[in-house]
C-alpha cells in the first residue's frame, strides 16, 4: 500500500519541506537498518538484502552529506541572523553531524562486506548507536526548521533552494 505524504512531493522551491523530507527517508532507512538483523539470521542475504544494503548505501552516502551541508551552510547561518538564541543548538548539531558520518563510516565498512559476501551479520550495536544518534538529532533539528519556516522570508527560502538544487547538480 502506497504510503504518500505532502514531504515527498516537496521541490527546491520549499528548502525546508526538502530538509524534512530527507529526515523522513534517513527514518526509513534507519527502519530497514533496525529490521536487518534478524531478517539476516532468519534469510541470509538474498538479493532483496543486497538491493536493500545497496538503496542504504547509495542514500548515507550521497544524499545524507548533501542534507548535513545543506544545512551547515545554508540552512543554519540563515536562521542564526533571524534567530541567534539557537546558537547552542546549531552547534550541537554540527558536532552530531560529524558523530553521525563517524559511525556511518564503520557500518558502512559491515554494509559493504555484507554485499561483498565477505560476513554474514551486522553489528546490532553499531546499528542501534546510528539509529539513536539520528533520532536524537532529528529531535534537536526539526523545531529549527519550524522556526525557520516562521523567521526566513520567501525570498531567503527561495535562494537557498536554490543553492541546494545546484549543490546536486554539481559533478
Not at 552529506?65 to 534567530?83: R, S, W, Y
Request: glycine share 2%; with cysteine; aromatic share 10%.
Amino acid at each position: 500500500m502506497l504510503n504518500l505524504s505532502a514531504q515527498q512531493f516537496a521541490t527546491w522551491e520549499q528548502p525546508i519541506e526538502m530538509l524534512y523530507a530527507c529526515h523522513n527517508k534517513v527514518k526509513h532507512f534507519c527502519h530497514q537498518l533496525s529490521i536487518l538483523p534478524n531478517y539476516l539470521a532468519e534469510y541470509g542475504c538474498n538479493q532483496a538484502v543486497k538491493n536493500d544494503v545497496q538503496q542504504i548505501l547509495t542514500y548515507f552516502n550521497q544524499s545524507a552529506p548533501l542534507h548535513h551541508q545543506d544545512e551547515e551552510e545554508d540552512f543554519f547561518p540563515a536562521l542564526l541572523k533571524k534567530v541567534p538564541q539557537v546558537r547552542s543548538e546549531i552547534a550541537k548539531l554540527a558536532i552530531q553531524h560529524s558523530l553521525l558520518h563517524q559511525t556511518w563510516e564503520k557500518l558502512s565498512v559491515q554494509l559493504r562486506e555484507l554485499l561483498a559476501n565477505q560476513r554474514t551479520d551486522i553489528d546490532v550495536e553499531l546499528i542501534n548507536k546510528f539509529i539513536a544518534s539520528y533520532e536524537q538529532h532529528i529531535a534537536i533539528e526539526e523545531p529549527l526548521f519550524e522556526l525557520g519556516k516562521q523567521y526566513l522570508s520567501v525570498e531567503e527560502l527561495t535562494n537557498m533552494g536554490k543553492v541546494m538544487f545546484a549543490r546536486r547538480c554539481v559533478k
